[in-house]
């Protein structure tokens, strides 16, 4: 299944809502997940089944979708917020597939 | 805490190979499943190979497969990734990760270990 997500850079200013997309080449039902990744960082895991926030993720990151379209949403852009994003299918697999990211830039 | 610490990596010559470790701590890995994860310089991320919580199965990426192998240490609580016949597109960081238990999300990944392969 491949993962597709845009825009491929986003750049937005402290404070504004973000949304970022992700679509899969076929569904993938709500077995969807959402990572965030800084410079020099592991991922993090912000949200999974598709909307469900992973634990210590603050509820400004929202994300929703099933099938093959999927948005993940942050209300009001912080500034620990600027990173690249990656979404992930884990409902047909192997292989597990990424989305090539979306990098969050400050304008 | 929950944790997992990479090791391993280093530079080695094309068709050299490199055995990678994780060692978890703050939980059992065997009663996970547990993956590697890779990231090419600049570049995305790229699942790797996947081990079941009971051993099997064991599944590989088709730009891994036949070259390297994932493995389980219960009693160090320790998954490895013995990388054989490496070449320089398969240098990366390397991460391990455990899923959620309940959904094949990865949860914890450890802050990996940087493989280049270069004559």
């Known amino acids: 299944i491949v993962m597709t997500q845009f825009p491929a850079t986003l750049s937005v200013s402290p404070g504004e809502r973000v949304t970022l997309s992700c679509r899969a080449s076929q569904s993938v039902d709500s077995n969807l997940a959402w990572y965030q990744q800084k410079p020099g960082q592991a991922p993090r895991l912000l949200m999974y089944?598709?909307?469900t926030r992973a634990t210590g993720i603050p509820d400004r990151f929202s994300a929703s979708g099933s099938g093959t379209v999927f948005t993940l949403t942050i209300s009001s852009l912080q500034s620990e917020d600027f990173a690249v994003y990656y979404c992930q299918q884990y409902n047909i697999w192997p292989p597990l597939t990424f989305g090539g990211g979306t990098k969050v830039e400050i304008k | 805490e929950v944790e997992l610490v990479e090791s391993g990596g280093g530079l080695v010559q094309p068709g050299g190979s490199l055995r990678l470790s994780c060692a978890a701590s703050?939980?059992?890995?065997?009663?996970?499943?547990m993956y590697w994860v890779r990231q090419a310089p600049g570049k995305g991320l790229e699942w790797v190979s996947h081990?079941?919580?009971?051993?099997?199965?064991?599944y590989y990426a088709d730009s891994v497969k036949g070259r390297f192998t994932i493995s389980r240490d219960d009693a160090k609580n320790s998954l490895y990734l013995q990388m054989n016949s490496l070449r320089v597109e398969d240098t990366a960081v390397y991460y391990c990760a455990r899923d959620l238990g309940w959904h094949d999300a990865f949860a914890v990944w450890g802050q990996g270990t940087m493989v280049s392969v270069s004559s």
């Open positions: 089944g598709a909307s």
């Open positions: 703050g939980f059992t890995l065997s009663t996970f499943e």
């Open positions: 081990i079941h919580y009971s051993g099997t199965p064991i």
